[in-house]
């Protein structure tokens, strides 16, 4: 079973209809990543709503910068 990133929760199995789901979500979301090529860590819900709470108190200008801070560490971390 995999397990929350952040909290280290037991995840539940998430169902097909649940996943498409979330995909739809998180292009609403993080309109700045329609590919869904950043690199996404696997949270539960708990901790996915204490996310979005802090997600949604950033300004559009400093999402964009978080985004593209996020983007540039993948870059670099493939990069080694
Ligand atoms: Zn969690």
């Known amino acids: 079973m995999s397990k929350c990133a952040t ?3 037991d995840l539940p199995k998430m169902t097909f ?12 979301n993080f309109p700045n990543d329609p590919e869904m090529k950043f690199p996404m860590e696997i949270i539960c819900d708990d901790c996915y709503e204490r ?3 802090y997600h949604n108190s950033l300004t559009p200008a400093e999402r964009i910068e978080l ?3 996020a983007k540039e560490d993948f870059e670099n971390e493939k990069r080694g």
Do not use: F, G, L
């Open 67 to 69: 985004d593209k801070q």
């Open 17 to 28: 209809w649940e996943s498409i789901r979330n995909i739809a979500e998180y292009r609403i």
């Open 7 to 9: 909290c280290q929760d």
């Open 51 to 53: 996310y979005m709470v």
